[in-house]
């Protein structure tokens, strides 16, 4: 708002989990940026449907996402979270919303490419061991050369 507010033409971007959308807060943020046309925020929603407790729609159901952000009058764009090209087209659409703020709803795995984190809750909240840190390492790089 205060980058609105001195026509300095600054872009926000905001990253949220899944999760933190149980929070009050973030639609009084929502509603606020809508009210105030805050067509230079992007919002990335993290959208690997876990939270600590587990899965975000068992723990506190915050869907769906796309039909809640569009009534709170944001423009809503769908990528795939994995996809570093799907989400930089995202912010190039976002840059041309003019009038409301833009949510990028990036679906994503948590822990993808390491084969015993991969959609694991219990990873939420804790660093891997040195050997599972090694397991993971290689994992990734194999993934990487593969
Ligand atoms: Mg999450």
């Known amino acids: 708002m205060g980058s609105k507010l001195n026509k300095d033409g600054i872009r926000v ?14 639609w009084e943020a929502a509603m606020t940026a809508s009210h105030y ?3 230079n ?4 929603v993290d959208n690997n449907n876990l939270q ?7 723990v506190m159901n915050v869907y769906p996402l796309e039909e809640k952000f569009k009534s709170f009058g944001f423009e809503v764009i769908n990528v795939d979270g994995h996809n570093i090209q799907e989400i930089i087209d995202g912010f ?6 003019k009038g409301k703020p833009t949510v990028i ?13 991969e959609n694991q809750a219990g990873w939420h909240g804790k660093a891997p061991n040195e050997a599972e840190y090694k397991i993971a390492m290689n994992e990734l790089k194999n993934r990487i050369k593969g």
Not at 13 to 26: P, S, V
Not at 92 to 97: F, H, L, S
Request: aromatic fraction near 4%; proline fraction near 0%.
């Open 13 to 26: 971007y905001c990253l949220c989990g899944d999760g933190e959308l149980q929070e009050g807060q973030i």
């Open 37 to 39: 046309k805050l067509d």
């Open 41 to 44: 925020l992007c919002l990335i």
């Open 52 to 58: 600590i407790d587990g899965e975000v729609n068992k």
């Open 92 to 97: 190039d659409v976002a840059k041309n919303v």
């Open 105 to 117: 709803i990036a679906k994503t795995i948590k822990g993808k490419g390491v084969s015993f984190m």
